[in-house]
């Protein structure tokens, strides 16, 4: 089974957002088997929180549910994923940081945008300070990043997805 972790900064808008529309692709391809997925932050702004209302409702319209609490990342989550997938640079560093703290190597740590073919940033923007249609920006870009990614998964790891 392939473990994947989406990280952001509080774990209430982007990766619990990430983490849903992963897991209603792989549910949709009759694939949940082959995968586990999971979501954090790098802080510990919002730990036990649902996440925030906007990603909810963002998420609803498209039909992904979402059942999540925020949590932070962890010395474990580090060892056990396969795939550290962060929505920015500055998580992205944060997690490398976490892992030479740990001496714990990993070599499949990423941004998620990184799997896009085409795309003018790296970065998925925290909708967090933003209105809905900051939150429906972000939809777009993760559910278009993680069709792509899950053709890297496809190619990586002989799943078919």
Do not use: W
């Not at 609490?69 to 940081?97: C, E, G, H, P, W």
């Amino acid at each position: 089974m392939v473990k994947v972790l989406f990280v952001c900064l509080g774990n209430i808008c982007r990766s619990p957002l990430a983490e849903a529309i992963f897991n209603h692709k792989i549910n949709q391809s009759n694939l949940i088997h082959k995968f586990s997925s999971d979501s954090c932050g790098t802080s510990d702004y919002h730990i036990g929180e649902l996440p925030d209302e906007r990603t909810l409702n963002c998420a609803a319209k498209y039909g992904i549910p979402i059942q999540h609490r925020a949590r932070q990342i962890n010395r474990v989550d580090l060892r056990d994923f396969d795939y550290l997938i962060a929505m920015d640079n500055s998580n992205k560093k944060n997690i490398s940081t976490l892992l030479q703290n740990h001496n714990i190597n990993h070599d499949r740590i990423f941004l998620i945008r990184e799997f896009q073919p085409e795309t003018d940033s790296l970065e998925v923007p925290d909708p967090y300070y933003g209105g809905s249609e900051c939150f429906e920006e972000v939809y777009g870009i993760l559910n278009d990043a993680i069709e792509h990614f899950l053709e890297h998964l496809r190619k990586h790891e002989g799943t078919y997805v």
